[in-house]
């Protein structure tokens, strides 16, 4: 993966944590948290605690036992990043969609809020309409493609940063696509007259 790194927090992330008990305390560790780290590591990518812990040098060597003792020990540890982290997997981050400033949970938020979806099913309760079922069960399709998509983006992001740039482009413009065929769709339905 060249020599760039992804960063993992660690209380919350990968150690399970119910608010602070001491500088020697670190919680359970997460087990989807420790297969994710254990699967890059078996791709050949580059992982690195990355935590505030850090910034107190006396902190790092118990988080190094913690890792160690979890089969971690070869990682490294910080609280810094710089210009070859490609990720950061952390419970107190908020993703924003690059060159933007819109988070993503604004994005979703705003496509669920468009999204006409599920009134469209509620009129199709009896059937009365052939052409309105199928572009629903289409949509479904397009619904299920989506999701698809997405967690392929998250594997891929880990991979090749500029490649999940391209990537996202797709798939907003897949989604715009999207969004503009249900538009349509509830044109028509309106025209129908129900």
Not at 17 to 45: C, F, N, R
Request: hydrophobic residues 35%.
């Amino acid at each position: 993966m060249g020599n760039g790194w992804i960063g993992v927090d660690l209380d919350g992330t990968l150690a399970k944590y119910d608010g602070w008990k001491g500088s020697d305390h670190i919680g359970e560790v997460i087990p989807k948290t420790l297969k994710y780290i254990q699967t890059a590591l078996s791709e050949g990518i580059q992982i690195r605690i990355f935590t505030a812990r850090a910034s107190c040098p006396e902190q790092i060597p118990v988080v190094k036992r913690w890792l160690k003792s979890h089969g971690l020990g070869m990682l490294g540890v910080t609280c810094k990043k710089d210009f070859q982290m490609i990720s950061l997997r952390d419970d107190r981050c908020v993703q924003v969609i690059p060159n933007t400033g819109i988070t993503l949970e604004e994005k979703i938020a705003k496509l669920e809020e468009k999204n006409t979806y599920w009134s469209l099913q509620q009129f199709n309760e009896e059937g009365k309409n052939q052409v309105l079922t199928e572009r629903i069960a289409e949509l479904e399709r397009c619904c299920t493609k989506a999701d698809q998509r997405i967690a392929d983006l998250d594997r891929l992001f880990s991979q090749s940063h500029t490649k999940v740039k391209e990537l996202r482009k797709q798939l907003e413009q897949y989604t715009d696509r999207m969004q503009n065929d249900i538009d349509c769709v509830v044109q028509r339905r309106e025209g129908v007259g129900f």
